[in-house]
């Protein structure tokens, strides 16, 4: 699994909380609690294409990707990624 966080907007802003996160770097969940606190309340959506789950908050882009699909078929694929996805909005919600 493949967690990605960009942001929304093409322009990026110096004050942008991305800034101070290394690429590859597994941010803790009380940063990612910090970055995203309304991240319980947006709705995901699953791209059958890409096969990535998607949503925005606080002005992030926010994806996860199966990395590893190993020729499982796309429902299974976005059922575990909306699990990781719930999983981490609670992490989050209880970071706080």
Known sequence: MHLCLEEKSEIRAASSP???LTEGAHPSIERLSNLLPSLGSVTWAFDEITSELVTNADGIRIS???TNPGGEDTLTIEGALRGIAARLV?????AR
């Open 64 to 66: 996860l990707m199966n």
């Open 18 to 20: 991305l800034l101070h």
């Open 90 to 94: 609670v992490a989050i919600t209880y």
